[in-house]
């Protein structure tokens, strides 16, 4: 059975960092890519951040500002968040695709975390 754990959310002030964490079990997730989403209130699930073999993705409003990491050891996905900001609020979701090769949306992950929430206060 596929599992995926997100932690490390919270409550943040503007231009503060937080790292968030995503457990994986039940698959070998090194040959997968791993991504990170999020969704604001009222707003559609969105990309934030991949990796593949080692080849980071990012979505234009975090580039510079996020990084994503995986240990392949562990089994798990990391997103170093800094510079954070009110507009960053949201919905944090770990996943995993399916597709040979990278794809920012939502339906090319098969497989999903349950979120963990991430607050930034101004």
């Known amino acids: 059975q596929v599992q995926l754990v997100e932690s490390g959310g919270g409550l943040v002030q503007a231009g503060g960092s937080l790292r968030l964490s995503c457990a994986a079990s039940?698959?070998?997730?090194?040959?997968?890519?791993m991504g990170w989403f999020r969704q604001a209130p009222g707003k559609e699930r969105e990309f934030v951040a991949a990796?593949?073999?080692?080849?980071?993705y990012y979505a234009d409003s975090v580039k510079g500002r996020f990084t994503i990491s995986r240990d392949n050891v562990k089994n798990t996905v990391y997103l170093q968040m800094n510079s954070l900001k009110p507009e960053d609020t949201a919905v944090y979701y770990c996943?995993?695709?399916?597709?040979?090769?990278?794809?920012?949306?939502?339906?090319?992950?098969?497989?999903w975390g349950q979120g963990t929430q991430v607050t930034v206060s101004s």
């Open positions: 039940g698959r070998t997730f090194s040959t997968y890519t």
């Open positions: 990796i593949r073999y080692g080849i980071t």
């Open positions: 996943a995993s695709g399916y597709r040979r090769t990278f794809q920012p949306g939502v339906g090319d992950y098969d497989y």
